[in-house]
T-cell receptor, first 113, second 115 residues
Framework: AQTVTQSQPEMSVQEAETVTLSCTYD???????LFWYKQPPSRQMILVIR??????QNATENRFSVNFQKAAKSFSLKISDSQLGDAAMYFC??????????FGAGTILRVKS | EAQVTQNPRYLITVTGKKLTVTCSQN?????MSWYRQDPGLGLRQIYY???????DKGDVPEGYKVSRKEKRNFPLILESPSPNQTSLYFC??????????????FGEGSRLTVL
């Protein structure tokens, strides 16, 4: 069974600085998707960024980028120029085609002004 | 507006009193699923459905039932709720045709407390 591990229960970053959230996963599949979801205090689940395993190029969405290391089964999220609105719980998730999404336990990100 | 709608958003009930949490999506998605979120455990899948009349157990199905009689609706039923089912519940759906991005669209969550 696939597993997703987020080893950092909490992280803090100063406003305007950069922070990296870690995620590792375990799978025997070759074709899959990886996601980072953000959950602010409103509890809504918001997709931050998505990576297809067959793509070697790391995904980027504005201030958010990933470092996808397929051989190492690592999928970290980098947030540049952190803003107060980035404060939230962040979940790393894995999904193989037509199958369930498996989540990590989450990382709470605190942004200091 | 494309969305997944859950009701109720908040519910306090007592042990043993049957309840249903409804979920409806307007995106014509084939795949729908239910998750529960508990501190330190992330989101864990309860049940999922690949299409109408097709449902299957996720990781934590005990104490729950589902049905998928229509493509847009996927209710979660707690026949006899117990305090360990106190949790935050999410319904989600996705498009499984081509191109398949794998992305799940989530409802806003339902906070359930069982006393």
């Amino acid at each position: 069974a696939q597993t997703v591990t987020q080893s950092q229960p909490e992280m803090s970053v100063q406003e305007a600085e950069t922070v990296t959230l870690s995620c590792t996963y375990d799978t025997s599949e070759s074709d899959y998707y990886l996601f980072w979801y953000k959950q602010p205090p409103s509890r809504q689940m918001i997709l931050v960024i998505r990576q297809e395993a067959y793509k070697q190029q790391n995904a980027t969405e504005n201030r958010f980028s990933v470092n996808f290391q397929k051989a190492a089964k690592s999928f970290s999220l980098k947030i540049s120029d952190s803003q107060l609105g980035d404060a939230a719980m962040y979940f790393c998730a894995y999904r193989s085609p037509r199958a369930k999404l498996v989540f990590g336990a989450g990382t709470i990100l605190r942004v200091k002004s | 507006e494309a969305q997944v709608t859950q009701n109720p958003r908040y519910l306090i009930t007592v042990t043993g009193k049957k309840l249903t949490v409804t979920c409806s999506q307007n995106m014509n998605h084939e795949y729908m699923s239910w998750y529960r979120q508990d501190p330190g455990l992330g989101l864990r899948q309860i049940y999922y459905s690949m299409n109408v009349e097709v449902t299957d157990k996720g990781d934590v199905p005990e104490g729950y039932k589902v049905s998928r009689k229509e493509k847009r609706n996927f209710p979660l039923i707690l026949e006899s709720p117990s305090p360990n089912q106190t949790s935050l519940y999410f319904c989600a759906s996705s498009f499984d045709g081509h191109p398949n991005t794998g992305e799940l669209f989530f409802g806003e969550g339902s906070r359930l407390t069982v006393l």
